[in-house]
C-alpha cells in the first residue's frame, strides 16, 4: 500500500461544528486530492493540491476548505458541518496530474447529526 | 455533460467463473482510461491505465479493454476468487492539463460465491 494515513478514520459531529480531517503521505507525490463517496456516486473530487501552498476547487468544494503546508499533509475542513456533508471521505496521492493512478487512503467516515 | 456509466451495477458469480464488466463514457476530450478495485472499507486500488492508443491491458487476472470509437471499456475477470468481491470502478481523463479531469463511475458490485 501507497504510504497514505488518513484521521480520523470515524467521526460523528453535531451540524454546525468545524471538522478536520487530515492525509498525511510518506511518499513524497506532488499531487493531493480529497474525494466524497456517497451512494449512488461516483467519487467526487472536492479539493486537490499540486503543491505546497498550491490547492484548487474541484466539483463539489463549497462549504470546504484545504490547505497545504507541506508536501506530505494535505487537510480538509468543514468550517460547520451539515448533515449533506455526511459521507466517506477519502484523500489520494499522485505523482504527475495526467497518466499516474492514483493511490488512495482508506477513507474517513463522517456522520453529521 | 461528461459521464461515466457502468454495468451491471451488481453482478453475482460463482468462485472459479469468469466475468466481464461494462464501461461506457461520454467525456471528451479523452485522455486514458483507469479501472479501480475497492473492497469494502478501503480506498480504491489502480488496476490498469490505458491511453487512446492501447486496446488491452492485463493485470493478472484482469483484463482490460478500451474501444475509443464507441467509448466503451470492460473489464474481464478470469477464473474468480473469492477475493475479487468487490466494487469496480471505471474512471475517464478528460485531456485538459487540469488535475481535477476526472469523471467516476459509480461502480459494479462483484460478488463471487464459493
Known amino acids: 500500500d501507497a504510504g497514505i494515513t488518513q484521521s480520523p478514520r470515524h467521526k460523528v459531529t453535531e451540524t454546525g461544528t468545524p471538522v478536520t480531517l487530515r492525509c498525511h503521505q510518506t511518499?513524497?507525490?506532488?499531487?493531493m486530492y480529497w474525494y466524497r463517496q456517497d451512494p449512488g456516486h461516483g467519487l467526487r473530487l472536492i479539493h486537490y493540491?499540486?503543491?505546497?501552498?498550491?490547492?484548487d476547487k474541484g466539483e463539489v468544494s463549497d462549504g470546504y476548505s484545504v490547505s497545504r503546508s507541506k508536501t506530505e499533509d494535505f487537510l480538509l475542513t468543514l468550517e460547520s458541518a451539515t448533515s449533506s456533508q455526511t459521507s466517506v471521505y477519502f484523500c489520494?496521492?499522485?505523482?504527475?496530474?495526467?497518466?499516474?493512478?492514483?493511490?488512495f487512503g482508506n477513507g474517513t467516515r463522517l456522520t453529521v447529526t | 455533460k461528461n459521464q461515466v456509466e457502468q454495468s451491471p451495477q451488481s453482478l453475482i458469480i460463482l468462485e472459479g467463473k469468469n466475468c466481464t464488466l461494462q464501461?461506457?463514457?461520454?467525456?471528451?476530450?479523452?485522455?486514458?482510461l483507469r479501472w479501480y478495485k475497492q473492497d469494502t472499507g478501503r480506498g480504491p486500488v489502480s488496476l490498469t491505465i490505458?491511453?487512446?492508443?492501447?486496446n488491452t491491458k492485463s493485470n493478472g487476472r484482469y483484463t482490460a479493454t478500451l474501444d475509443a470509437d464507441t467509448k466503451q471499456s470492460s473489464l474481464h475477470i478470469t477464473a474468480s476468487q473469492l477475493s475479487d468481491s468487490a466494487s469496480y470502478i471505471c474512471?475517464?481523463?478528460?485531456?485538459?492539463?487540469?488535475?481535477?479531469?476526472?469523471?467516476f463511475g459509480s461502480g459494479t458490485q462483484l460478488t463471487v460465491l464459493p
Open positions: 464501461c461506457n463514457y461520454t467525456v471528451s476530450p479523452f485522455s486514458n
Open positions: 474512471v475517464v481523463r478528460i485531456s485538459s492539463g487540469s488535475a481535477r479531469q476526472l469523471t
Open positions: 489520494a496521492i499522485s505523482e504527475t496530474g495526467e497518466n499516474s493512478p492514483l493511490h
Open positions: 511518499e513524497n507525490h506532488r499531487y
Open positions: 490505458m491511453t487512446f492508443s492501447e
Open positions: 493540491s499540486y503543491g505546497v501552498k498550491d490547492t
